[in-house]
């Protein structure tokens, strides 16, 4: 099996990705293959210290699911494999940039088994190769032309909009719940979003499939997190793979803690709990036994469950197909891998 191949399987085990027809497998297998490898040379540079700290997480390999979703996107249009190839590796570049900058806001020393490269280069190196990232991914923009260039921009301003309002929490007056949807629908939603937009765009799709691509992976994304949210709380780790917990550990208020601050019924004894980061592993087991017992946990799955009923929804409005079952179950796998 290709390595290409080997991703797709990946994604059918991370985002619960089905293809059944042999023939879009053997086009997304080899779609990915060209991204990777615009993606290691678009990386490359003369200066040994940013080349190596670009490639550093490229080495470390990811899911790739943004670029895959470009390229089966692109299936509901007529053509043009060079450029939705380039939208898909501008769209992972903008991933992984967006990544080197949150290790360096979350202080954070691993990354996919690996040593970050602030741990091992320092802030200033990882900052600035985010920057570079980011710079690459609007040069392989702007071959594609002013509109997707546009596009590029406004997603940028997203991402980071939704890190600065992550930051700095809900105004005076703001809903917390209606705050904590709205950034991690910036944060996580808008570049799914752009690369099915892209996908769609740049392979000549129809304007209206277009758009219900970019409103499905804008769903899809934000209930992604949401899922993630679910799984951290309610699923040991010998189910998930993940350490429970992590959330409260940083003292992150997710949306399942959300909903039961906002119940009044909630144990007084939870509500103390998620006053702030829990480092004492007896503490956090009694959290996460309260936060299962809590009426949090069910209204989250009930949101993620509508998140995605709105994802199958966009679908429907495109033709049916092979890419469109695949897509389909995606928006399954949200509520499935909760469970």
């Given at each position: 099996m290709s390595v290409q191949s080997d991703v797709i399987e990946g994604l059918r085990a991370s985002v619960g990705l089905r293809i059944a027809d042999e023939q879009l497998l053997r086009t997304l297998a080899s779609g990915l293959g060209d991204v990777e490898k615009l993606l290691r040379e678009t990386a490359r540079s003369e200066v040994k210290e940013v080349h190596e700290a670009a490639a550093h997480l490229f080495e470390a390999g990811g899911k790739r699911f943004r670029p895959l979703f470009t390229l089966l996107s692109a299936q509901f249009g007529t053509g043009n494999h060079g450029g939705v190839v380039t939208a898909a590796t501008a769209v992972e570049l903008v991933h992984l940039a967006t990544l080197y900058h949150d290790d360096v806001m979350d202080e954070a020393t691993m990354r996919r088994g690996a040593p970050t490269v602030n741990a091992r280069w320092g802030n200033s190196i990882a900052i600035l190769t985010g920057d570079f990232l980011f710079a690459n991914a609007s040069r392989l923009v702007s071959d594609l032309g002013t509109d997707a260039a546009r596009i590029i921009a406004e997603t940028f301003a997203e991402l980071v909009t939704g890190q600065i309002r992550e930051t700095a929490g809900p105004v005076d007056g703001e809903d917390p719940l209606e705050h904590y949807l709205s950034v991690i629908a910036q944060k996580t939603g808008s570049l799914i979003a752009t690369a099915g937009r892209f996908?769609?765009?740049?392979?000549?799709?129809?304007?209206?499939?277009?758009?219900?691509?970019?409103?499905?992976g804008q769903i899809v994304g934000t209930a992604f997190q949401i899922s993630d949210d679910i799984i951290d709380i309610a699923s040991p780790s010998h189910e998930s793979g993940k350490t429970p917990g992590t959330d409260l550990r940083e003292g992150v208020r997710t949306l399942p803690m959300l909903y039961a601050l906002a119940d009044p019924d909630t144990d007084p004894r939870l509500v103390e709990l998620l006053a702030g980061p829990i480092s004492d592993d007896g503490l956090l087991e009694e959290a996460l036994v309260l936060l299962r017992e809590s009426s949090g946990l069910d209204r989250a799955m009930g949101t993620l469950s509508d998140y995605a009923r709105r994802a199958s929804t966009e679908l429907a409005t495109l033709p049916a197909s092979p890419a469109r079952d695949a897509c389909e179950s995606v928006a399954q796998y949200l509520v499935a891998r909760t469970r």
């Open positions: 996908g769609g765009m740049v392979s000549g799709a129809e304007p209206e499939h277009v758009e219900a691509l970019r409103r499905f």
